[in-house]
């Protein structure tokens, strides 16, 4: 359930009962959930993120927001909006939550929120990771091979122990591990793997 929910960056927020779409990361240390929405979002009692669509199979995640106000930001977090607007741009609202679940509803399972939303693994190496992937635009080839995608300007903006998130003129693309969970020590190793079996395809 953990790696189905690292596959979307998008989805649909029901804010009691009504719709919205959004867009949101993860913080890397905890795995909490950053909004940013509107007003009727930010006021309302219950919020429902659907991922990635409002259907029958979607992952249903019972949220447990706190609204940052400008006294709140703090370094950590303004490195979590930073990363908001590395995946997704600068967003047209004003107001940003943090999100834990308090259940995550996906089929036939139900699990506690914190067993799912789950700090990034790779987040003390990311940084090294996006490194080798950036600079000489592997992103792109990455998707051909191991997303069936092909993309354009494309940046790989976060990795964790599930896959790869890669923001591109179509929005972000997630590019799996074939083998995942993968440990910090072997993250290296397996991502030159795939760029040069991305280089050879």
């Avoid at 989805?11 to 890397?28: K, N, Q, S």
């Avoid at 979002?41 to 991922?51: K, N």
């Avoid at 993309?151 to 964790?160: L, N, P």
């Amino acid at each position: 359930m953990v790696r189905e929910l690292r596959r979307w960056r998008s989805g649909v927020i029901l804010a009691d009962t009504t719709p919205y779409d959004t867009r949101f990361v993860a913080h890397p240390a905890t795995g909490a959930l950053l909004f940013a929405v509107g007003k009727d979002v930010a006021d309302a009692q219950e919020l429902v993120l659907w991922a990635p669509e409002e259907s029958y199979d979607a992952m249903q995640v019972l949220l447990g927001p706190t609204e940052i106000n400008d006294s709140d930001w703090t370094p950590e977090l303004e490195g979590v909006r930073d990363r908001y607007l590395a995946y997704h741009g600068r967003p047209p609202s004003a107001r940003w939550l943090l999100a834990i679940a308090d259940a995550v509803k996906w089929r036939d399972e139900v699990h506690e929120g914190e067993e799912v939303l789950r700090p990034n693994a790779l987040r003390s190496v990311e940084s090294k990771l996006l490194k080798m992937i950036n600079p000489d635009g592997h992103a792109a080839a990455l998707c051909a091979r191991f997303a069936d995608a092909t993309v354009h300007e494309a940046v790989a903006v976060g990795v964790d122990e599930w896959g790869l998130d890669v923001r591109s003129r179509v929005g972000v693309l997630r590019v799996s591990f074939v083998d995942g969970p993968v440990e910090p020590d072997d993250a290296e190793a397996l991502l030159r793997g795939m760029i040069d079996d991305a280089a050879g395809a």
